[in-house]
């Protein structure tokens, strides 16, 4: 029965660079900056040729030079197979501990998890009177300690491998000495800020004397996470003080992080009530419902949008727009563009009048001279009969009436998009509703989704056909709008790359007997 390999654990004293028995380095220049741990080369090396690990399925030689099959896929260190698996020997289960601890703990490539913390320690300490490797030592933390001496030297070794900086503000400040400074206050901190300004992102201890024990709390105040006394200073508090300010430093670019967020959010709100606005039918014999869907990954808010309003002589008006693009600056451009249209909307302006109005206005906002925008705008008779119909390069809208299959509204007098020719007009057609009838208004987004793994479309034949089928089955308002979202998503085979809004007016009138 094979032997399962020892079980693999980090020791505190090698990850240090104190392995007992090594020999000290002397490849290192005689005052240079140190690393206090063994692995200071990049990525982690000990300085000294580490044997390779074997693999799964690997071959190697055992002491009396007999091949030996070890890694096997079992995980017990031995591969199934006619001869019987060789059982590790003590001395290869040592030497296998040894390569682990010296080298596996420090390569996370390697499969082992390493959780130990790097320490950069900036102190001018002739004397030798602070020895931080060995504090940390007898408090049993893993804790990789690097030595500058200056601010220069630790600007060198400031890597993003560090997790905790330990300045000693007695350190002299870089630059000349400010003139006001003359109890040496200002001085100090000047250090604590050059150091903040060189390393936003990590944390920092302070580390002052007690006779000057006012400076520790103005150092907090000025960013650091946390103060020391060097008098005071042992191995237990240290190692809690290096957790502590790692810790808080995390916790404080999380809230930074979620205030922003919160910041963001708050701004999207306010776009999304301007692009998204509350419909204004009051007293109306209609029912509304919309879908908006943006594009971009992860955005809120896309460049289309839609409003419907009534005005006092019962007229219902309703539009729907796409402006070219995806980004921030199309989003609120169709939200000046839907503002400024309820505006002329509630001033008594339509059709023609009205869509070159919006041309001005979105020529004079837009960022960028090629930038132009689709519209449909619908204003339905008071009597819900009849409505006035101008497209701007805009799809027509569709049109379900009691009795009939849905269809399209008429759209050979398609006008250009807005912002393409400056003296464009754009004819209203008089267009016949009905009784009772369903009116959807839609960006191309909806009918530019794939159907399949090809390159066909969905298009406007296609959406036809798909709201046919939803109407045949019941489905009215929000569920007709949700159901065909959800099939439009399921056809193209995942989320749209388009925004979408699809906007859906409702008169139904009960028969009368």
Not at 230 to 240: I, K
Not at 251 to 260: G, K, N
Not at 403 to 419: F, I, K, R, V
């Amino acid at each position: 029965m094979p032997v399962p390999m020892p079980r693999q654990r980090v020791i505190p004293a090698v990850e240090n660079g104190h392995d007992g028995g090594a020999a000290p380095r002397t490849d290192r220049p005689t005052g240079s900056p140190t690393d206090i741990t063994r692995d200071s080369a990049p990525g982690g090396t000990t300085g000294q040729e580490a044997e390779p690990a074997t693999t799964a399925g690997q071959t190697t030689t055992d002491a009396t030079g007999a091949p030996r099959t070890t890694g096997g896929p079992d995980g017990t260190g031995a591969t199934p197979g006619p001869a019987a698996p060789t059982a590790p020997t003590a001395a290869e289960a040592a030497e296998a501990l040894a390569r682990i601890a010296a080298g596996s703990a420090a390569h996370p490539g390697s499969g082992q998890t390493s959780t130990a913390l790097t320490l950069l320690v900036i102190e001018d300490d002739p004397a030798g009177s602070l020895n931080i490797p060995s504090l940390l030592d007898s408090a049993e933390l893993t804790v990789r300690v690097r030595t500058a001496r200056n601010l220069t030297e630790a600007e060198r070794l400031l890597t993003d491998d560090v997790h905790c900086i330990l300045l000693d503000l007695a350190l002299p400040a870089p630059g000349p000495r400010p003139a006001e400074a003359g109890d040496g206050t200002e001085d100090e901190l000047a250090v604590l800020r050059h150091v903040l300004r060189l390393a936003p992102r990590h944390a920092v201890l302070a580390l002052t004397g007690a006779e000057n024990s006012a400076r520790g709390p103005e150092a907090v105040r000025v960013g650091a996470q946390d103060f020391l006394y060097r008098d005071e200073l042992d191995g237990r508090l240290l190692s809690r003080a290096v957790r502590y300010a790692v810790e808080r430093k995390r916790a404080d670019h999380a809230q930074r992080q979620l205030t922003e967020s919160r910041l963001r959010a708050q701004e999207n709100a306010r776009l999304e009530r301007g692009l998204l606005p509350t419909p204004l039918l009051e007293g109306a014999p209609l029912r509304f419902a919309a879908r908006y869907r943006p594009g971009r990954s992860r955005a809120l808010l896309g460049g289309d949008f839609y409003d419907t309003v009534r005005t006092a002589d019962g007229t219902v008006h309703a539009m729907i727009g796409d402006v070219c693009g995806h980004g921030p600056d199309e989003a609120a451009l169709g939200v000046e563009l839907r503002i400024a249209w309820r505006a002329l909307t509630f001033a008594g302006l339509c059709g023609d009048q009205l869509l070159s109005t919006l041309q001005k206005v979105l020529e004079n906002e837009r960022p960028d001279d090629e930038i132009f925008a689709t519209l449909c705008t619908v204003d339905i008779s008071p009597d819900g009969r009849s409505a006035g119909l101008c497209l701007a390069g805009h799809p027509s809208p569709l049109i379900a009436r009691q009795g009939h299959l849905a269809e399209l509204l008429p759209y050979d007098d398609n006008g250009p998009a807005l912002g393409l020719l400056p003296q464009a007009r754009w004819p209203r057609r008089q267009v016949e509703l009905g009784r009772s009838w369903s009116l959807m208004l839609y960006t191309d987004g909806l009918i530019e989704g794939r159907i399949g793994a090809g390159n066909q479309r969905l298009g406007q034949e296609g959406m036809v056909s798909l709201v046919r089928g939803l109407l045949a089955q019941g489905l009215r308002g929000d569920a007709l709008l949700e159901a065909a979202m959800t099939e439009v998503r399921a056809l193209n085979g995942g989320e749209l790359t388009d925004d979408v809004a699809v906007l859906l007016l409702d008169r139904m009138v009960p028969t009368t007997r």
